[in-house]
């Protein structure tokens, strides 16, 4: 079954970056892409941006825009997310969702189980 | 403060109907499709319904999704208590060029 299996905790100071990875299974990996959201504690859901594992396009939201890279390794169908210039509100779990490889939408059909990564000094 | 609006709440008795609205614009759910999302306590987001109305596999069909103009609703029918949890829609914005959430409802079954 499709599976997306992600890294595990992670603690930050601030300004420190942080890489969280997303390990693809079940699918042909370069068929779609991975969409990339975090939960900030007892709060929603925000997207973060998009990456096709088909052609390496991205496209991130204005809000971490520049501090935010994702990328892929299509020989081990794993997808990453690094931001960087951390700061105490992008405390929040981080999840990886399979999306479109050629566009994201907002139809993320499979998730990973997140990642809570913590920046505190 | 998102761009889709939900209530923050709703609540419903075993075996009752509930509705949870998502309000946006014409630049999200009025040009585009919505998606709804379940988030079991502690667990990661799941796909409830998607382009509007339809069900992804093994999802009931007491779960259904409807939209109208800049409006859209997610109706749970014979309600559960293993149907609570926090329900979120999503669309793609015109505006913004990438998909939004709306804040999320938590549901729960008294």
């Known amino acids: 079954q499709v599976q997306l299996l992600q890294s595990g905790p992670e603690v930050k100071k601030p300004g420190a970056s942080v890489k969280v990875s997303c390990k693809a299974s079940g699918y042909t990996f370069t068929n779609n892409g991975i969409t990339w959201v975090r939960q900030a504690p007892g709060q929603g859901l925000e997207w973060m941006g998009w990456i096709s594992a088909y052609s390496g396009n991205t496209k991130y939201a204005q809000k971490v825009q520049g501090r935010v890279t994702m990328t892929t390794d299509t020989s081990t169908s794993t997808a990453y997310m690094e931001l960087r210039s951390l700061r105490s509100d992008d405390t929040a779990v981080y999840y990886c969702a399979r999306d479109s490889a050629t566009l994201t939408t907002g139809w993320f059909d499979t998730w990973g189980q997140g990642t809570l990564v913590t920046v505190s000094s | 403060q998102s761009v889709l609006t939900q209530p923050p709440s709703a609540s419903g008795t075993p075996g009752q109907r509930v509705t949870i609205s998502c309000s946006g614009s014409?630049?999200?759910?009025?040009?585009?499709?919505i998606y709804w999302y379940q988030q079991l306590p502690g667990t990661a987001p799941k796909l409830l319904i998607y382009r509007n109305n339809q069900w992804p596999s093994g999802v009931p069909d007491r779960f259904s999704g409807s939209k109208s103009g800049t409006s859209a609703s997610l109706a749970i029918s014979g309600l559960r208590s293993e149907d609570e949890a926090d329900y979120y829609c999503a669309a793609w914005d015109d505006s913004l060029s990438g998909p939004v959430f709306g804040g999320g409802t938590k549901l729960t079954v008294l």
């Open positions: 014409s630049s999200n759910i009025g040009t585009n499709y």
